[in-house]
């Protein structure tokens, strides 16, 4: 069974531009989420989708939206790019809540913002 | 405010060597606790989880962690560390709130070399 996968790999933005990554689940799996890992700030949940509703999210700026296809695979968008959203971003997907099943994470979306 | 502390952030120790590796947590209830670890380049694995019942979770990769309610605590242990087991762990607390949703916290990491 293909793991979760995220593109692009790597990505060059300049600030006030917006960006969207994408993530495809491991097949079956209805829950994906999206994480933001940078050394300052460690790794911070950012929202999760299920059967294409938002069904949590953390605490980050409006600029941080995400939505989640009939397939499942999920998209991730920050508009009006700063210095400080320079991080990894990673994608995660599990059958249902990943409290009862695990979370498959994918290797992330290296976003390099100048 | 709910908090995940991992006190240590580098730990180096010798290939066969036993491991053990802080994590703390402030709440009231007894949350969600999970450690992970990410290889360089890699995305989060989940080596073990705790939800409730015995309080020593077995993991994978020969993990083990031991919850411990009057300390607040989550520690990882290994017996015999190997040499690939260098990498970045993660512990992770999850809150359920009152509203239903939940609050998912990760400490900030400790990077594990193990010397040959």
């Known amino acids: 069974k293909a793991g979760v996968t995220q593109t692009p790999r790597y990505l060059i933005k300049t600030r006030g531009q917006q960006v969207t990554l994408s993530c495809s689940p491991i097949?079956?799996?209805?829950?994906v989420s999206w994480y933001q890992q940078t050394p300052g700030q460690g790794l911070q949940f950012l929202f999760e989708y299920f059967s294409e509703t938002q069904r949590n999210k953390g605490n980050f700026p409006g600029r941080f939206s995400g939505r989640q296809f009939s397939n499942s695979r999920s998209e991730m968008n920050v508009s009006t790019l700063e210095l400080g959203d320079s991080a990894l971003y990673l994608c995660a997907s599990s059958s249902d809540s990943f409290l009862l099943y695990e979370q498959y994470f994918g290797p992330g979306t290296r976003l390099t913002v100048t | 405010a709910q908090s995940v502390t991992q006190p240590d952030i580098h730990i180096t120790v010798s290939e066969g060597a036993s491991l053990e590796l802080r994590c703390n947590y402030s709440y009231g209830a007894t949350p969600y606790l999970f450690w992970y670890v990410q290889s360089p380049g890699q995305g989060l694995q989940l080596l073990l989880k705790y939800f409730s019942g015995d309080t020593l979770v077995q993991g994978i990769k020969g993990f083990e962690a031991e919850f411990k309610r009057s300390q607040s605590s989550f520690n990882l242990r290994k017996p015999s560390v190997h040499w690939s087991d260098a990498a970045e762990y993660f512990c992770?607390?999850?809150?359920?709130?009152?509203?239903?949703?939940?609050?998912?916290?990760f400490g900030t990491g400790t990077r594990l070399k193990v010397l040959a």
């Open positions: 097949s079956g799996h209805r829950s």
């Open positions: 992770a607390v999850l809150y359920i709130l009152r509203t239903g949703t939940y609050k998912y916290i």
